[in-house]
């Protein structure tokens, strides 16, 4: 009789031992998993950072933003010249777009040039009451016109 | 069980400890960034060109302030017309989707007259004192000076005109 309520008595045991054990367990694998978020967060962060990175460092290295930059000023400012002179005026840029690949917007008043990385250099120039610029996208060679009423794309 | 609890804490503490060393390179990844944009904006700085360009404009242009011969419709670049010297005038030929990009003063002198009208008064006067202080964040002024005549709308007369423009150098 003793020895049967032994027995007994060590099963229970085992059984809340062995339920604590699982609890145990899913806390410690739901923890885990917690790290392993944050972890994979982090590599997420650092690897986002280091495309954005390298991609930055060639722009910059293959002479994109310099391209970008003064493409972007040097057609605002023609359109501007353009826009006050009187007359009628055809423009070619001695440019071509498509060797640097660049790809030109004239949008809203200004001048937005993009590269192959997805970098925007934009600059403005003064809208003129009476006289529409057109918008315009350019990728190869950029030719403008210009008469009395709009500047537009030849 | 103790060893896995150590392991966590590790990997918890290493986590934290990763939070400054982001921060860092984040920091770093931008100094670069807005140096290398500083640098090429300083190699094509064409704030003296924009300015030139700009005051030419005011001075040349038929939808500025140059005068028109309404019946043949001819242009008459160095004749200004004295009804269009106005603020009002200026703003709609000079009109920016952005600000922050020019201002102007024009003062015209005839016959014992003055006539001043302005692009963004408040800004053209601020600009122009901060105009010549070195570095890529100041202002250029150009100030273009012309003997002209002035068309009254009866009579030609002799005159003066300083067109003063001020950009930021971006």
């Given at each position: 009789?003793?020895?049967?309520?032994?027995?007994?008595?060590?099963?229970?045991?085992?059984?809340?031992?062995?339920?604590?054990?699982?609890?145990?367990?899913?806390?410690?694998?739901?923890?885990?998993?917690?790290?392993?978020?944050?972890?994979?967060?982090?590599?997420?962060?650092?690897?986002?950072?280091?495309?954005?990175?390298?991609?930055?460092?060639?722009?910059?290295?293959?002479?994109?933003?310099?391209?970008?930059?003064?493409?972007?000023?040097?057609?605002?400012?023609?359109?501007?010249?353009?826009?006050?002179?009187?007359?009628?005026?055809?423009?070619?840029?001695?440019?071509?777009?498509?060797?640097?690949?660049?790809?030109?917007?004239?949008?809203?008043?200004?001048?937005?040039?993009?590269?192959?990385?997805?970098?925007?250099?934009?600059?403005?120039?003064?809208?003129?009451?009476?006289?529409?610029?057109?918008?315009?996208?350019?990728?190869?060679?950029?030719?403008?016109?210009?008469?009395?009423?709009?500047?537009?794309?030849? | 069980?103790?060893?896995?609890?150590?392991?966590?804490?590790?990997?918890?503490?290493?986590?934290?400890?990763?939070?400054?060393?982001?921060?860092?390179?984040?920091?770093?990844?931008?100094?670069?960034?807005?140096?290398?944009?500083?640098?090429?904006?300083?190699?094509?700085?064409?704030?003296?060109?924009?300015?030139?360009?700009?005051?030419?404009?005011?001075?040349?242009?038929?939808?500025?302030?140059?005068?028109?011969?309404?019946?043949?419709?001819r242009v008459y670049p160095g004749i200004v017309d004295l009804n269009k010297v106005s603020t009002e005038r200026i703003s709609n030929c000079m009109n920016f989707t952005k600000e922050e990009v020019a201002a102007a003063i024009i003062n015209l002198s005839y016959a014992g007259n003055e006539k001043i009208a302005y692009y963004q008064e408040d800004k053209a006067r601020i600009w122009s004192r901060l105009a010549g202080i070195a570095g890529s964040g100041s202002y250029f002024k150009y100030v273009l000076m012309n003997p002209v005549i002035v068309y009254d709308g009866n009579k030609f007369l002799n005159g003066n005109i300083s067109v003063?423009?001020?950009?930021?150098?971006?």
């Open positions: 009789m003793l020895r049967r309520d032994r027995r007994m008595e060590k099963q229970t045991f085992i059984s809340v031992v062995s339920k604590s054990k699982m609890a145990h367990s899913r806390i410690r694998r739901a923890e885990g998993e917690d790290s392993s978020m944050i972890m994979l967060f982090y590599l997420l962060m650092f690897a986002t950072l280091l495309v954005i990175g390298i991609k930055y460092v060639r722009s910059v290295a293959g002479g994109s933003q310099l391209e970008r930059t003064f493409l972007a000023r040097d057609s605002a400012l023609t359109i501007s010249v353009m826009q006050a002179a009187p007359g009628i005026i055809t423009y070619h840029h001695p440019f071509n777009l498509s060797k640097s690949k660049l790809t030109l917007t004239v949008q809203n008043f200004s001048t937005n040039v993009s590269d192959e990385f997805g970098f925007n250099s934009l600059f403005f120039f003064p809208e003129t009451r009476g006289l529409n610029v057109e918008d315009m996208l350019f990728t190869e060679r950029i030719s403008l016109k210009k008469n009395s009423t709009d500047v537009s794309k030849e | 069980m103790w060893r896995n609890r150590k392991g966590d804490e590790d990997v918890a503490f290493e986590s934290v400890m990763m939070i400054p060393v982001i921060i860092l390179l984040t920091i770093m990844f931008l100094t670069y960034v807005f140096m290398t944009d500083a640098f090429i904006k300083n190699r094509t700085q064409s704030a003296a060109a924009e300015a030139a360009i700009y005051a030419n404009r005011i001075m040349f242009a038929k939808e500025c302030i140059a005068y028109e011969d309404g019946s043949i419709r003063t423009v001020v950009v930021p150098k971006r």
